[in-house]
Structure formats: structure tokens, C-alpha cells
């Protein structure tokens, strides 16, 4: 496969699953606001991590200046300054999609379309925030949608394991964010750990990944530590980080060839020493050394490995610099 054709599967994969996840983190954001009675008063204190999530809080300061629930939503739904709102991501899918038309099916490109029209039809409406809970549900099951459409349609080669490395790279992205920001923002004050407004967000947060219903069956009541549990380790849940590297690491292993235990590209490298670290990791060593440097670390690695991706995969450069650094 040429690499500039799975460059664009990848990164279509990736912007359609960036934007289901913005849809989820305003979705939820706004039924905390609701639940804990926030008025104007503690708007920015509400919202400013949400877009912290999204690490585009500098550009939003410099366009909106103070944080509230409108000015959040209009950013990360609609701006098209803003490289990670909703409508940006999914013009850029739909783009990446127009030059893979022959990789992809045909139901995909007409559900993508879709899915675009559609958030660029309520931009354009101006009443999506008359229903905004409709409208991010919309774009929830639109993404749904494509990905079974995608799981349904596309041979299962070495395209649609691009789709699914590049789907589920952003996936345990965007759940190490949101737990992060639970953890080391959202929570007002050390005295409410405990309390009813704790439990509280820590149900919205497992709401937020489509989790909390899988969670009680597990768990039963909400903890903290059981919550981080879930969303970092288990390895069956589809939106647990860990899951998303098991099944990141058999699509890359489809791709190359490889073997689970051994690699011969950087990339193999990167991701296999970041699945096992978590085959082998304790909730308690978590707490231990701290969710929120636990998270940090977490995102520095996955980074890593998106940089090798692209280095083994996208990049064009002469053959013996390819060779020499998927030995490094």
C-alpha cells in the first residue's frame, strides 16, 4: 500500500474518532453543569477544562478570552480556526476519505458525508443550541454508525488495520485526557473527595466513555480507584486504554507481519513496550506514583508511538534512513 493512502485512512480513522469524543466530553460536561447547579458565576471554573482536554486552551483564550458554556461550545463544535472542533475534524476525515475513495466503501463515504452535512447544517441553523443534548447525540451515533459500517463493509486487509490503529491510538488518547482532567482540574476542592459532587463526576466521567453501565456491573458502587481501574487496565472494555492497545498492537502486527514479543520496526518497539507496561501495571502502583504523572508519562509514550508510526509508515525519506532508525 502506497504510504501516502494509508496516511490518509489513518489519520480519516483518527478525526472521526477525535470528533465523536469532543461530542462525548461536551455532552457530559453540560449534565455536570446541570447536576451541581453551576451558574455564570463558576461557568469558567466549569468549563475551562474542557477545553484543557482538547489542548486548545491558549487559542481559545486568545479568541474568546474568559470561558462559559457558549463560548466553549461554539469553539469546540463549530470554529473553524479551532483544528480539533467537531466540524474541523470531520471536513478533514471526509477530505482524507475523498483521496482513498477506492480504499474504502462506498457506504462509508456516503455515511461520512452524512455525518459532515449534518453538523455543518446545524452550524449553520443557529438553533443547535436549542437542542444541543439531541445534537451531540446525533453525532455519537453517526461515528457509531461509520464504525460499524466500516467493520461491515471494508476488507479486513491492510487498510481497515489502519482505520482501526489510527481509531484506537486517538481512543486511549482522549480517555487518559478525560480522566486526567477529572483528576488534576475538575475537582474543586480536596474537602469534596468523598463527597456526593465527587461521585457525581466520576459517574459523568465513566458516562462520558459510554462506561458506566459495563462499570457497575464490575465494580458496583463508584470509587475513584476502581473508576481509574476500569478505564486504564481492563482489558476487555472497548474504550479502556488498555484495550485499545491490545487491538492497536494486533492491527500494527497485521500490518507488518510481526510478532507479539519481538519487532523489526520502531514502531513495533514503541507500542509493544507501552501495551506490555500495562500488562504487568497494579491500579495501587498507579495511585502510588499518582494518576495525574501516571497520565502524563502515559501521553508522552503514546505520542512516541505516533511519532514511530509516522516515521515507519507515512514518512518518505531514502531507504538506509528508514533501516537505520527502525533500529533505534
Same mark, same amino acid.
Given at each position: 500500500?502506497?504510504?501516502?493512502?494509508a496516511d490518509?485512512?489513518? %489519520?480519516?480513522?483518527r478525526?472521526i474518532e477525535?470528533?465523536?469524543?469532543?461530542a462525548?466530553?461536551?455532552?457530559?460536561?453540560?449534565?455536570?453543569?446541570?447536576d451541581?447547579?453551576?451558574?455564570?458565576?463558576?461557568a469558567?471554573? *466549569?468549563?475551562?477544562?474542557?477545553?484543557?482536554?482538547t489542548?486548545?486552551?491558549d487559542?481559545?483564550?486568545e479568541?474568546?478570552?474568559?470561558?462559559d458554556?457558549?463560548?466553549?461550545?461554539a469553539?469546540?463544535t463549530?470554529?473553524?480556526?479551532?483544528p480539533?472542533?467537531?466540524l474541523?475534524c470531520?471536513?478533514l476525515?471526509?477530505?482524507?476519505?475523498r483521496t482513498?475513495?477506492?480504499?474504502?466503501?462506498?457506504?462509508? %463515504?456516503e455515511?461520512l458525508?452524512k455525518?459532515?452535512?449534518?453538523?455543518?447544517?446545524a452550524?449553520?441553523s443557529?438553533?443547535?443550541?436549542?437542542?444541543s443534548?439531541?445534537?451531540?447525540? *446525533?453525532?455519537k451515533?453517526?461515528s457509531?454508525?461509520?464504525e460499524?459500517i466500516?467493520?461491515?463493509?471494508m476488507?479486513h486487509g491492510?487498510? %481497515?488495520h489502519?482505520?482501526?490503529?489510527?481509531?484506537?491510538?486517538e481512543r486511549?488518547?482522549?480517555?487518559s485526557?478525560?480522566?486526567?482532567?477529572?483528576?488534576y482540574v475538575?475537582?474543586p476542592?480536596?474537602? @469534596?473527595?468523598?463527597?456526593?459532587?465527587?461521585?457525581?463526576q466520576w459517574?459523568?466521567?465513566l458516562?462520558?466513555a459510554s462506561a458506566?453501565?459495563?462499570?457497575?456491573?464490575r465494580?458496583?458502587?463508584?470509587?475513584?480507584?476502581d473508576?481509574a =481501574?476500569?478505564l486504564?487496565?481492563?482489558s476487555?472494555?472497548?474504550r479502556?486504554?488498555?484495550?485499545?492497545?491490545?487491538?492497536s498492537? #494486533?492491527?500494527?502486527l497485521a500490518?507488518?507481519?510481526?510478532?507479539?514479543g519481538r519487532?523489526?520496526?520502531?514502531?513495533?518497539k !514503541?507500542?509493544?513496550r507501552l !501495551?506490555?507496561e500495562? =500488562?504487568?501495571t *497494579?491500579?495501587?502502583?498507579i495511585?502510588d506514583q499518582?494518576?495525574? @504523572?501516571?497520565?502524563?508519562a502515559?501521553?508522552?509514550?503514546?505520542?512516541k508511538?505516533?511519532?514511530?508510526?509516522y516515521e515507519?509508515?507515512?514518512?518518505l525519506?531514502p531507504? #538506509?534512513l528508514?533501516q537505520?532508525?527502525?533500529? *533505534?
Amino acid at each position: 500500500m502506497l504510504s501516502r493512502v494509508a496516511d490518509s485512512i489513518f %489519520w480519516m480513522s483518527r478525526y472521526i474518532e477525535r470528533a465523536e469524543n469532543v461530542a462525548r466530553f461536551i455532552d457530559v460536561n453540560m449534565h455536570l453543569a446541570m447536576d451541581e447547579g453551576h451558574t455564570d458565576v463558576h461557568a469558567a471554573e *466549569q468549563w475551562a477544562p474542557l477545553v484543557i482536554t482538547t489542548g486548545d486552551y491558549d487559542l481559545f483564550r486568545e479568541l474568546y478570552g474568559e470561558p462559559d458554556q457558549h463560548k466553549a461550545i461554539a469553539f469546540l463544535t463549530f470554529d473553524d480556526r479551532n483544528p480539533n472542533s467537531i466540524l474541523t475534524c470531520l471536513r478533514l476525515a471526509r477530505e482524507n476519505a475523498r483521496t482513498v475513495r477506492e480504499m474504502i466503501s462506498s457506504s462509508m %463515504w456516503e455515511e461520512l458525508n452524512k455525518f459532515y452535512l449534518m453538523v455543518l447544517s446545524a452550524k449553520g441553523s443557529g438553533t443547535m443550541l436549542d437542542s444541543s443534548y439531541e445534537f451531540f447525540k *446525533q453525532v455519537k451515533l453517526a461515528s457509531h454508525l461509520l464504525e460499524g459500517i466500516t467493520m461491515a463493509t471494508m476488507s479486513h486487509g491492510e487498510a %481497515w488495520h489502519f482505520a482501526r490503529l489510527g481509531r484506537l491510538l486517538e481512543r486511549a488518547d482522549k480517555t487518559s485526557r478525560i480522566l486526567d482532567v477529572k483528576y488534576y482540574v475538575l475537582l474543586p476542592s480536596i474537602a @469534596e473527595v468523598g463527597t456526593p459532587v465527587d461521585t457525581v463526576q466520576w459517574s459523568a466521567l465513566l458516562e462520558s466513555a459510554s462506561a458506566l453501565e459495563m462499570y457497575r456491573k464490575r465494580f458496583g458502587r463508584i470509587r475513584p480507584t476502581d473508576v481509574a =481501574d476500569f478505564l486504564i487496565l481492563d482489558s476487555e472494555f472497548p474504550r479502556a486504554i488498555h484495550f485499545c492497545l491490545i487491538k492497536s498492537e #494486533e492491527s500494527l502486527l497485521a500490518i507488518t507481519g510481526g510478532e507479539r514479543g519481538r519487532f523489526r520496526t520502531l514502531a513495533e518497539k !514503541r507500542l509493544g513496550r507501552l !501495551r506490555s507496561e500495562l =500488562d504487568y501495571t *497494579q491500579v495501587s502502583e498507579i495511585i502510588d506514583q499518582g494518576l495525574h @504523572e501516571f497520565i502524563d508519562a502515559f501521553q508522552i509514550q503514546l505520542n512516541k508511538v505516533g511519532e514511530a508510526i509516522y516515521e515507519t509508515f507515512f514518512a518518505l525519506r531514502p531507504l #538506509e534512513l528508514a533501516q537505520r532508525a527502525s533500529q *533505534q
